[in-house]
């Protein structure tokens, strides 16, 4: 059956997450410096991940919700320091803004560009990048997210409700990420056909194969053009 849909990872799919995830944590480090100097010191960027850490493991209820991990690492830090009013709202924009300020990968845009020519695109992502912010939610037919949906790959619901927002079957769907356990084993289970996205030249040690492995979009791309081409 022919590919009729793409659903894309986002993070270390279409850019790399670290450096906009460390400069949020900078961001929001610097303006606890300026504004609450005492919550900065006694939570520095170190501590303030452990204790982000702590706090996903001590509520794994909110293990698809990376939002409110982090909003709740904002109050548990205030509240540490005897302040039970923390600035959440305010502190969450500065992160959000800087998560999002992600430099694409240089083939994520002409190939995102050339696969959306033909056939429908849908992301799904584990954390809380936001398409519109970064500015390339016109690529897409859906966005989906796990806080959003409730629950976080590898769970079949997840890729089960791209499937229902395009109204294709999930074999006639190709998922592509770089996350052998997250996307691949997670899009085979729900009965996607996918693609691992190996941009590091790392070998598949995960059990059974995907179906395909490109090293970038592009080839990705090149893929989708051959198969149109050739009705696959
Ligand atoms: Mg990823």
Redesign the pocket.
């Given at each position: 059956m022919p590919i009729r849909a793409v659903s894309l990872?986002?993070?270390?799919?279409l850019w790399p997450?670290l450096p906009a995830l460390i400069e949020a944590e900078h961001c929001v480090d610097r303006w606890l410096k300026q504004h609450h100097p005492d919550v900065a010191s006694a939570w520095p960027i170190e501590a303030m991940r452990e204790l982000r850490e702590k706090v996903a493991r001590e509520n794994t209820h909110l293990s698809h919700d990376f939002s409110e991990q982090r909003r709740l690492t904002i109050r548990h830090a205030f509240a540490a320091c005897g302040i039970h009013d923390a600035p959440v709202d305010e502190l969450w924009r500065i992160y959000f803004a800087a998560r999002n300020n992600v430099e694409l990968y240089p083939d994520t845009l002409p190939a995102l560009d050339r696969i959306a020519s033909r056939m429908p695109l849908v992301s799904i992502?584990n954390g809380n990048a936001d398409l519109e912010v970064i500015g390339l939610h016109t690529y897409f037919h859906t966005r989906l997210n796990a806080s959003g949906v409730g629950v976080a790959k590898p769970h079949p619901q997840i890729f089960l409700a791209a499937a229902d927002a395009l109204g294709i079957a999930p074999q006639d769907i190709l998922h592509v990420?770089?996350?052998p356990l997250?996307?691949v084993v997670g899009a085979r289970d729900a009965g996607m056909r996918t693609v691992w996205l190996n941009r590091t030249g790392e070998r598949w040690s995960h059990g059974p194969a995907p179906d395909l492995e490109f090293p970038d979009m592009t080839a990705l791309a090149d893929w989708i053009d051959a198969a149109s081409a050739a009705g696959r």
């Open positions: 990872d986002l993070d270390d799919t997450v992502s990420g770089d996350d997250l996307d």
